[in-house]
């Protein structure tokens, strides 16, 4: 039984996972650097340790300070949220080894997807359908050549251990190849301090579709259907929707089935997602995500299930409440993230948020950490707010949409906010007529 929690993250999402703590009685422990001493989780939380100075590396990326705070003050289970140590096998080890209970998969598995060119062995052995590509790391360029003609162009080159849309270079021809390879390499080297890197064909109109699962370790696994999170800008997803409209509630119930039997094969426990693209009606396997998502909530909209929740309680070793039966999908739901960037250029904005008033209303949910007078640090991601939006559908959908985003108002900061009042009234999006590259296009073209 856990009692208390120390939230190891930040911002929306560690306000966001106190919120389900508060609802199931348990007590919280909030980490945070100088730069969040004022911040609304600590506030929020029931007890509170500063870990370091601003840079991640020093605090929310510090190990021994993270599992030291843990465990003076008596938490019995640490929460990861998602970016810092969420994805990190290392760090979950060693949460177990101090007696303490890691809200997330096995450090094994963590690992097994943390490495994509053994996620995709894995899914393809599991007979779940992958983007067509290299089933071991290229090691060398002229190893790399032959693959890639195996494979054809255009083709994509990308970091095993990578993340965040980053590492990942396009060659459209063997021309191009040895330029793009050597850069992925040495991003991937960068970036994730493992400069392996694997090759896949490169899908040119597909769709991003994602299927949220969570499993017990009593080998209960049960899918919660799909999210469209196919509007991209550099690969990082600005707006998502559930459920897509090119899915078929058929196809849905038969494919996610199929995924829950395959996370329930692996022995796998807790929430996880599983990354596909998807083109000429196939699903494309691309990664799986080991930890809850950015865009978790839009999927709570449509099913009433509260997954932090659900997550929470199976780390604890709690039985799954719900059956696949019980799961029923209900209206559309929409999350625009609020990043604190300039709207044109995308670049990142710190400040001291003014004039702070949040929507609300029918269908209206608001994750944030935001409050009058905070202050946006220079140092973190930029997300600082999802809005989240749900109706019968997903015409009804969008006109919420555009009712709470005129009602939103952020001052201090540069956000997200205008551009998404402009894809509201997009007639592609209006028609949900796009594919991953659609909002790149639109930005380039000055929308
Ligand atoms: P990361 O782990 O860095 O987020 P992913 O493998 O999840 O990387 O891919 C991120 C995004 O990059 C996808 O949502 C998609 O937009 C694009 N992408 C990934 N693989 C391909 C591919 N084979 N063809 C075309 N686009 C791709």
């Not at 840079?55 to 810092?84: K, M, W």
């Amino acid at each position: 039984m856990i009692k208390k929690i120390l939230i190891a993250n930040r911002g929306e999402i560690a306000v966001r996972i106190l919120r389900a703590c508060r609802d199931l009685d348990i007590q919280t422990v909030a980490v945070h650097s100088t730069a969040d001493a004022d911040a609304m989780y600590v506030r929020l939380a029931d007890e509170s340790v500063c870990i370091g100075p601003p840079q991640p590396r020093e605090s929310y990326l510090n190990v021994p300070a993270v599992i030291s705070a843990a465990c003076i003050t008596g938490a019995d289970a640490i929460h990861p949220g998602f970016g810092f140590l969420s994805e990190s096998a290392t760090f979950a080890h060693m949460v177990e080894e101090h007696n303490l209970t890691f809200i997330g998969p096995k450090a094994d598995h963590i690992a097994m997807m943390g490495d994509k060119i053994m996620a995709r062995k894995t899914m393809a052995q599991l007979e779940i359908p992958v983007v067509p590509g290299s089933d071991r790391a290229a090691t060398t360029l002229e190893k790399a050549l032959l693959l890639a003609e195996t494979i054809g162009y255009p083709l994509l080159i990308k970091a095993a251990g990578g993340g965040g849309g980053r590492g990942m270079k396009v060659a459209k021809s063997p021309a191009d190849f040895p330029e793009a390879y050597e850069m992925a390499r040495r991003e991937a080297s960068i970036s994730f301090g493992n400069d392996r890197v694997y090759l896949e064909k490169y899908l040119e109109r597909p769709r991003h579709i994602e299927f949220q699962i969570i499993a017990d370790k009593y080998g209960n696994a049960i899918h919660l259907g799909e999210r469209d999170c196919s509007l991209q800008r550099r690969h990082q997803k600005i707006w998502e929707e559930a459920p897509s409209t090119v899915i078929s509630s058929a196809f849905r119930d038969e494919f996610g089935k199929k995924l829950a039997s395959t996370i329930a094969k692996l022995g796998y426990v807790g929430v996880g997602t599983l990354e596909f693209l998807y083109e000429n009606d196939q699903l494309f396997f691309i990664e799986m995500n080991t930890r809850i998502q950015v865009e978790h909530p839009i999927t709570e909209m449509i099913t009433g299930i509260d997954i932090i929740r659900e997550q929470i309680l199976v780390a604890g070793g709690k039985e799954l409440s719900i059956g696949q039966e019980d799961i029923s999908f209900k209206g559309h739901a929409i999350e625009c993230r609020i990043n604190a960037e300039n709207p044109d250029t995308f670049i990142p904005s710190a400040g001291t948020v003014s004039n702070y008033h949040c929507p609300g209303g029918p269908g209206i949910r608001v994750d944030s950490a935001l409050y009058d007078g905070c202050k946006i640090p220079p140092y973190y991601d930029s997300l600082i707010a999802k809005l989240i939006v749900h109706a019968n559908d997903r015409s009804q959908c969008l006109a919420r949409l555009r009712r709470a985003l005129k009602e939103y108002v952020i001052d201090g900061v540069d956000t997200l906010i205008p551009l998404h009042m402009k894809l509201t009234d997009n007639k592609n999006i209006i028609d949900a007529n796009f594919d991953i590259h659609f909002l790149e296009t639109l930005c380039d073209n000055q929308l």
